[in-house]
């Protein structure tokens, strides 16, 4: 098994085995071991090699014929313990080489039960992707072992750490109401992807996190039900094609209804993404759901014009906050951004700790001077497929708009902002005193 060096961590220097082998006191070689110096590794090197793979940078699985994206995975301690017996023994007393799973096929639970044991009491993380099971119309078998493989996960869900799961409506709706409807206390990251991009949104749940551990929630193509004091520690979250009801503090679910807390539910909340979700018609009593003063990083993403001027300006007023320091909008269409611009026609910048400005799939021909004064000290300014570019350029080659801009990122070139300073004016001499 070999390791190119671009699949090798940056932070760690190439090192050369056959050296460290050979510098290895009191140690007899047979003739084998000389030609594999591999085999003559103590364990505890072994192990740490192991341990090393196991950080490497994920690679993925080619396509599918189907179209399908490809399916991340990374060198699995599954992998290394097929070699030998050798590798086997050392990858199986390391606990932590199994803190992280892949289930592709309910089939075989048993095996599944193994692989969970072997973390022993650790926390692990849980990569599931079935989007093509459908349990209605499997075989009897098929189902028995499904039902044995959530049992075994649904023993051990107080070490889940992080959930990420792919698949479709009806299995999610059967894992979550069936195995995972109880407590889940690690649980940190929840990342939840339905591959029913037109199907209806279902709603999970109710689920119950930890708050003091919960941190991070991505949503596609589905929704949760959640009360709001589990949401206490969120700091990111990601809403793609999901309800846009999460963002509203008086439609959360509350232990005090009818009464509804005046503080936010999402105290934390570091970075919020909201992707083709609409967001629900202005009520007098409506209020955000997470606080302004946190809130660092925000990506507005397929925002269309809603019949309803009322929702987008409420969106806009919502996600505002002078503290940004990352701001990413992307393929808004064409009266959404127009909507956008007219905001930042006010007598102060009104982004004006916002470090990187990135923008996708949007038309630049409406970016007028207040567009160029609300981002006072942009450092890196990404353009992703934009187009009618010519007025930001003609705007750029000012140096006192934008004065902090470094770099300009056009789709994959980087680019270094290089202005001409004015010449300075000169004065005219001062005249001769006369005699």
């Avoid at 992998?79 to 592709?104: D, F, K, T």
Wanted: proline content about 9%.
């Amino acid at each position: 098994m070999s390791i190119s060096d671009s699949q090798l961590p940056q932070q760690h220097p190439a090192f050369n085995l056959t050296s460290i082998m050979l510098a290895i006191p009191n140690r007899n070689f047979s003739y084998a071991e000389s030609r594999c110096y591999i085999q003559a590794t103590p364990n505890e090197i072994l192990g740490e090699i192991f341990e090393w793979l196991r950080h490497l940078p994920r690679v993925k699985i080619r396509p599918l014929n189907n179209g399908e994206p490809p399916i991340p995975t990374m060198i699995s301690p599954m992998v290394v313990s097929h070699v030998c017996s050798r590798w086997r023994r050392v990858a199986l007393g390391i606990s932590s080489q199994w803190n992280y799973l892949e289930l592709n096929s309910t089939r075989h639970p048993e095996v599944f039960t193994s692989l969970l044991a072997r973390s022993h009491h650790n926390f692990f993380s849980l990569w599931i992707s079935l989007p093509n099971l459908n349990i209605k119309y499997c075989s009897n078998e098929q189902q028995v072992e499904f039902r044995s493989t959530f049992r075994a996960l649904k023993a051990n869900v107080r070490r889940l750490r992080s959930l990420h799961m792919r698949s479709n409506n009806a299995t999610f709706f059967l894992v979550f109401n069936k195995f995972l409807n109880i407590y889940l206390p690690a649980l940190r990251d929840l990342h939840l992807e339905q591959v029913e991009r037109d199907a209806p949104r279902n709603h999970l749940g109710p689920l119950t996190f930890n708050p003091e551990v919960f941190e991070s929630m991505h949503l596609e193509n589905i929704m949760i039900e959640c009360e709001a004091k589990c949401f206490a520690g969120l700091r990111v979250l990601h809403l793609i094609n999901s309800s846009g009801t999460l963002l509203d503090q008086t439609q959360l679910e509350h232990s005090t209804y009818p009464l509804v807390p005046d503080g936010p539910a999402m105290m934390r909340l570091f970075e919020l993404k909201i992707d083709n979700t609409n967001i629900i018609p202005t009520l007098p009593d409506s209020k955000p759901s997470f606080s302004h003063t946190t809130l660092r990083s925000l990506i507005l993403a397929n925002i269309r014009m809603p019949s309803d001027e009322s929702v987008l300006n409420r969106l806009f007023q919502m996600t505002y906050s002078p503290l940004l320091e990352y701001l990413a909008l992307e393929n808004l269409a064409p009266p959404v951004f127009n909507a956008f611009l007219l905001r930042l026609n006010t007598p102060y910048p009104k982004y004006v700790r916002v470090r990187c400005l990135s923008l996708t799939k949007i038309n630049l021909s409406g970016v007028d001077i207040s567009f160029m004064r609300a981002f006072t000290n942009v450092v890196v300014l990404n353009l992703i497929s934009v187009t009618e570019t010519q007025r930001l350029f003609g705007y750029l080659l000012d140096p006192a708009l934008m004065p902090g801009l470094v770099n300009i990122r056009i789709d994959n070139s980087l680019h270094r902002r290089i202005t001409v300073p004015p010449p300075p004016e000169v004065k005219p001499p001062a005249p001769i005193p006369q005699a």
